[in-house]
């Protein structure tokens, strides 16, 4: 695992009472402006690309405009033809937060919900910090479930997807977009 960058805390943003908050980190050779622009916009087929059990996502439907302004929806379509409903809750110069929910999939079984937040910070001349964190909200009686299993999957597509996230953001900063 990857040492924290020193400009973000080392412990996750708040998680909702109850959630199984899972964190990955990493540095960003991009200001925190474009970062933030650059994820915000990020292609998710391109970035969330499946992990074991946890399908890959195909595109989006639904969202009209960047996701840029909170408030906006979109719904996020998976390899196994399932859904997932997400919320944009905030945006600003530190990052952006959305709530994911409605899962069709089996997911649906063991969580209610997760809270998404990218948090960025400056990370030295040209370099952001990035702090991505799911935090799940488990149904009833599925907290042990979601933290011995779902979580540690999750990591691990997490910290895939946080990393072609990066190169992205890296390769159009270059390019200049």
Not at 39 to 67: N, S
């Amino acid at each position: 695992m990857a040492p924290v960058p020193r400009s973000l805390p080392r412990s996750a943003p708040a998680a909702p009472r109850g959630a199984v908050p899972v964190t990955v980190h990493r540095t960003v050779q991009a200001p925190p402006a474009v970062a933030l622009v650059l994820l915000a916009g990020v292609d998710l087929p391109a970035v969330f690309t499946g992990y074991g059990p946890l399908p890959a996502v195909t595109g989006t439907r639904g969202q009209e405009g960047a996701w840029d302004v909170p408030g906006r929806t979109r719904t996020v379509e998976l390899a196994d033809g399932t859904t997932l409903e997400e919320v944009l809750r905030a945006y600003g110069d530190d990052g952006f937060g959305y709530l994911v929910h409605s899962p069709s999939g089996p997911l649906r079984h063991l969580v209610h919900d997760a809270e998404v937040r990218w948090q960025l910070a400056p990370a030295g001349p040209g370099a952001t910090a990035v702090a991505f964190t799911y935090a799940f909200r488990p149904r009833t009686l599925r907290r042990p479930l979601v933290a011995a299993v779902l979580a540690p999957v999750w990591r691990r597509y997490a910290t895939r997807a946080l990393a072609l996230a990066a190169e992205r953001v890296e390769a159009q900063h270059r390019r200049g977009r």
